[in-house]
């Protein structure tokens, strides 16, 4: 599908980072951005783990916006990948936008990939699609997403025109994980079963070659178990790999949970 409005930064917007580590100190090795992004100076963890946070000049995404994402996360090296705010989607005469990420994940290394929720307003549409590659078992990847129905207080829930997203992750080539998910408030009864279920947000949340036992996905259900906001479930994908997927009725409340999750210890 093209865009059908001009981008008006007059060429694609890119963010590329890479990193390295020097001396046992993870560094950025390779930083590139166009308008409307920066890139803010990293904060340490530790020496060899960085959090990066992308800052934006704009209001959010806007029609005809046409984004390009390069993460390589290189060997031994970690990293935090976070946004500046709440990914706002907003309103489109007739065009879309569209953004397109490719992740590389080296041997031994870690990436935390935890952006902000995005909130789709009355009327946007939206293309988002996420490469990931993983070299091999010692490649790790934490993958947070969490999408709102719009903006619910404003009589806006799912009044978005269309909010596609394709995630792809790969093991040396293999696909082990795909989520294609395609949303269109036109075709599908959004609110009802199978979908939302009277819920306003969505999260996902996967743990990629992070090992995670039985005894840790049961302290999952009991956490999930305990709170009436939300529903959701943790299972295991064809690679043996958790992931959790959770509704609730607040971006706050899955942060929260997801943070809860996290922070889980094995028994």
């Known amino acids: 599908m093209r865009v059908s409005a001009e981008n008006k930064f007059g060429k694609k ?20 951005f166009t ?41 031994n090296t970690s990293m935090e990948y976070l946004s500046q705010a709440y990914e706002k989607i907003h309103k489109m005469k007739e065009g879309m936008a569209r953004r397109h990420t490719k992740i590389v994940v080296e041997p031994g290394a870690y990436l935390k990939y935890a952006p902000l929720p995005t909130i789709p307003f009355k009327d946007s549409a939206f293309e988002n699609s996420l490469d990931i590659r993983l070299k091999d078992r010692t490649s790790r990847l934490l993958f947070q997403e969490i999408l709102s129905c719009g903006r619910a207080a404003r009589g806006e829930a799912f009044a978005y025109r269309f909010y596609h997203n394709r995630v792809s992750v790969y093991q040396n080539e293999e696909l082990i994980y795909l989520d294609n998910t395609r949303y269109d408030p036109k075709l599908f009864q959004m609110e009802g079963l199978g979908m939302y279920e009277g819920f306003t947000h969505l999260l996902n949340l996967v743990f ?37 997927r959770i509704l609730g009725r607040s971006a706050e409340a899955l942060l929260k949970i997801s943070e809860d999750i996290q922070n889980l210890r094995e028994v």
């Open 208 to 244: 990629f070659h992070i090992e995670k036992s039985e005894d840790w996905m049961g302290q999952v259900r009991d956490l999930l178990d305990e709170r009436e906001d939300i529903e959701g479930g943790v299972t295991r994908i064809s690679n043996g790999d958790a992931a959790v």
């Open 35 to 75: 308008a409307p992004f920066k890139v803010m100076l990293p904060f340490y963890v530790r020496p060899d783990y960085m959090q990066v946070m992308v800052l934006s000049a704009s209001a959010g995404i806007m029609e005809g916006d046409d984004q390009e994402f390069d993460l390589h996360i290189k060997e």
């Open 13 to 32: 917007s890119q963010v590329r980072l890479e990193t390295e580590l020097r001396d046992g100190k993870v560094i950025l090795s390779d930083v590139y």
